[in-house]
């Protein structure tokens, strides 16, 4: 089975930085895309950045650019995301998820994770 897991969530006050990590197995890895996704409940999940699988190219949603990086390890199978200057409106489930293509739509994404909680509070 195609399997993505997040971790690194949790809670962190104003200015903070945590690390994410997206670990997948079933499938060749650095044949795909890895973008991270934010969701608030009564929101639609919105992008924040985005890898493809080889090529090094590179996507941040505006809220994200100067804040965030985006990296990956193929051999590893990992993808990171490492937020720095951590606000409250960063306060989401954070998603990845896998694309056959480097894109930032996330309905061109087939395999997601299962989310982990950011919470930025003081």
């Known amino acids: 089975e195609k399997l993505l897991v997040e971790s690194g969530g949790g809670l962190v006050q104003p200015g903070g930085s945590l690390t994410l990590a997206c670990t997948a197995s079933?499938?060749?890895?650095?044949?795909?895309?890895i973008g991270w996704f934010r969701q608030v409940p009564g929101k639609e999940r919105e992008g924040v950045s985005c890898?493809?699988?080889?090529?090094?190219?590179?996507y941040y949603d505006d809220s994200a650019k100067g804040r965030f990086t985006i990296s990956r390890d193929n051999a590893k199978e990992t993808v990171y995301l490492q937020m720095n200057s951590l606000k409250p409106e960063d306060t989401a489930v954070y998603f990845c998820?896998?694309?056959?293509?480097?894109?930032?739509?996330?309905?061109?994404?087939?395999?997601w994770g299962q989310g982990t909680q950011v919470t930025v509070s003081s």
């Open positions: 998820a896998a694309s056959g293509s480097f894109t930032a739509v996330p309905a061109n994404y087939h395999y």
């Open positions: 079933g499938f060749t890895f650095d044949d795909y895309a």
């Open positions: 890898i493809s699988g080889s090529d090094g190219s590179i």
